[in-house]
């Protein structure tokens, strides 16, 4: 994860992991797999129909917006 994808959260999250996991191997495994999870969660929303349908009706909302 980029730096900047950071935050005050997952600087905690990985702090308290550290602290309950004393096998700096096995956090640094889960932190890795839950990064993945999020990518792929994040690939499956915006690679679906829905999350196209939801860009396309905030684009006719705001065109309709517009036209008024």
Do not use: G
């Not at 096998?23 to 929303?45: G, P, T, W």
């Not at 690679?47 to 065109?63: H, I, L, P």
């Amino acid at each position: 994860m980029s730096p900047s994808l950071k935050n005050n959260v997952d600087d905690s999250f990985i702090e308290e992991l550290n602290q309950h996991i004393s096998n700096k191997a096995v956090s640094n495994l889960i932190q890795d797999y839950i990064k993945k999870l999020v990518i792929h969660e994040v690939d499956v929303i915006t690679d679906s129909d829905w999350f196209a349908e939801k860009v396309y009706e905030c684009v006719d909302t705001v065109r309709d917006s517009k036209n008024v």
